[in-house]
């Protein structure tokens, strides 16, 4: 009896092994699996800008003219999750001035920056920002992107370094700089001003970027 009894646990407990479900696997994401797509990004240039301010001092006061500039044209390649190269033109002859509000004093101030005293757009229409290379950021910041590249003005490079958020969301690339300072005299801007007011060295720019997969 015992024998029997026995025989039927272990037929039992091995029918019972048998209908067990088999354990789930479980799909880890990955950050691979995550990562943006890779291409190449046209720049939307109805949506791109630069911001630009320049300094004065006058009298013993630190005064500034700022703008914007337009974008000609521009392509971003982003692949293995990050910003791998691009090539930004700029349409320095499209500078706007937005902090005088004098309508015939805008105008003059526009044209003497236009003029060969500065950016020579008559000779020098277009600026060009190549990337050659960027890095992830690690860290809490506002910004997850070092970029480095060749900065082409009025027929001048300077390598630079600037820092940036990059993101992509639904196909599109979005990009901010910081505001980041460049001495005019590397890129053979010389002109002083005339006594009491003289034009600084410095001027920064700040590059927003959107664009889009193609």
């Keep these: 009896m015992k024998k029997t009894l026995l025989s039927f646990v272990i037929i039992l407990l091995s029918i019972i092994s048998c209908k067990k479900p088999a354990k789930e696997t479980t799909h880890l994401m990955t950050a691979d699996s995550l990562s943006s797509p890779s291409g ?4 939307d240039i109805s949506q791109s800008i ?6 004065k001092i006058e009298k013993s006061l630190n005064l500034n003219h700022f703008g914007t500039l337009s974008f000609r044209e ?3 390649n982003f692949k293995y999750s990050r910003l791998d190269s691009g090539i930004l033109i700029v349409e320095v002859s499209s500078l706007k001035d937005e902090d005088e509000e004098n309508p ?13 005293d500065f950016l020579d757009v008559n000779t ?4 060009v920002f190549t990337i050659t290379s960027s890095r992830n950021i690690e860290g809490i910041s506002d910004f997850n992107t070092e970029l480095k590249g060749v900065l082409n003005l009025k027929n001048r490079t300077k ?3 600037v820092r940036a958020n990059v993101r992509i969301e639904k196909n599109t690339l979005h990009l901010h700089t910081e505001k980041f300072s460049l001495n005019r005299q590397d890129f053979g801007i010389t002109y002083e001003g005339i006594s009491p007011i003289l034009i600084t060295d410095d001027f920064d720019l700040q590059i927003s970027i959107l664009a889009h997969l193609k």
């Design 40 to 43: 190449e990004y046209k720049l």
């Design 104 to 116: 015939g004093l805008n105008q003059k101030l526009t044209e003497h920056l236009k003029s060969k």
């Design 124 to 127: 020098y229409p277009t600026a």
């Design 50 to 55: 630069v911001n630009w301010t320049g300094y």
């Design 159 to 161: 390598n630079i370094s």
């Design 74 to 76: 521009g392509t971003l």
